[in-house]
T-cell receptor, first 118, second 112 residues
Framework: GAVVSQHPSWVICKSGTSVKIECRSL??????MFWYRQFPKQSLMLMAT?????????EQGVEKDKFLINHASLTLSTLTVTSAHPEDSSFYIC??????????????FGQGTRLTVV | QKEVEQNSGPLSVPEGAIASLNCTYS??????FFWYRQYSGKSPELIMS????GDKEDGRFTAQLNKASQYVSLLIRDSQPSDSATYLC????????????FGKGTRLHILP
């Protein structure tokens, strides 16, 4: 399958600071990228969907000003957690897919980023 | 009704037996169905995808889809301890802009 690289794999930050997570598609053009959050023993919760070159679409209840998503190129999307607080500590996972005409490929996942806010 | 429902488990199965994982979904417009395996602390990995009614086999894994019943299942034959993980059912629907919606997952424990 296609490779999606997510960086960093883990990060610890102080409360009030911002953290940027990168998601790169290494061997395909990621027309769409999805950002998920997963709390312990919970399922993946979709936070937002981003299409290259356009603004991200956020799911209900997700603060767009707190979770800034940029998808400026077909191989890179970033998620910035602004003014992070301990309740933002979670496992953040990106996934990416490519579009061919009206069809999409499977979604491939990055390795995930474990964020701990202290 | 939740969009994708799974029994959270844990489901305990003896090594060598068949593990059966079930999933129901609410959106009749769903077109693509996936099973992901997720080990603790790791990202999900795709095991099977199925798009039409019936069975699809890949090695020890068989996915079954019944769109009339809005039901999809995963069978794992000859279960191995390495199969112990959380299995996530996921559904894609045009009614949801082709987003992939995940169930909460079923924890599977293979007993040696």
């Amino acid at each position: 399958g296609a490779v999606v690289s997510q960086h960093p794999s883990w990060v610890i930050c102080k409360s009030g600071t911002s953290v940027k997570i990168e998601c790169r598609s290494l061997d395909f053009q990621a027309t769409t990228m999805f950002w998920y959050r997963q709390f312990p023993k919970q399922s993946l919760m979709l936070m937002a969907t981003s299409n290259e070159g356009s603004k991200a679409t956020y799911e209900q209840g997700v603060e767009k000003d707190k979770f800034l998503i940029n998808h400026a190129s077909l191989t890179l999307s970033t998620l910035t957690v602004t003014s992070a607080h301990p309740e933002d500590s979670s496992f953040y996972i990106c996934s990416a897919r490519e579009k061919f005409g009206a069809l999409y490929t499977e979604a491939f996942f990055g390795q995930g980023t474990r964020l701990t806010v202290v | 009704q939740k969009e994708v429902e799974q029994n959270s488990g844990p489901l305990s199965v003896p090594e060598g037996a068949i593990a059966s994982l079930n999933c129901t979904y609410s959106d009749r417009g769903s077109q693509s169905f996936f099973w992901y395996r997720q080990y603790s602390g790791k990202s999900p990995e795709l095991i099977m995808s199925i798009y039409s009614n019936g069975d699809k086999e890949d090695g020890r894994f068989t996915a079954q889809l019944n769109k009339a019943s809005q039901y999809v299942s995963l069978l794992i034959r000859d279960s191995q301890p390495s199969d112990s993980a959380t299995y996530l059912c996921a559904v894609k629907s045009k009614n949801r802009d082709d987003k992939i919606i995940f169930g909460k997952g079923t924890r599977l424990h293979i007993l040696p």
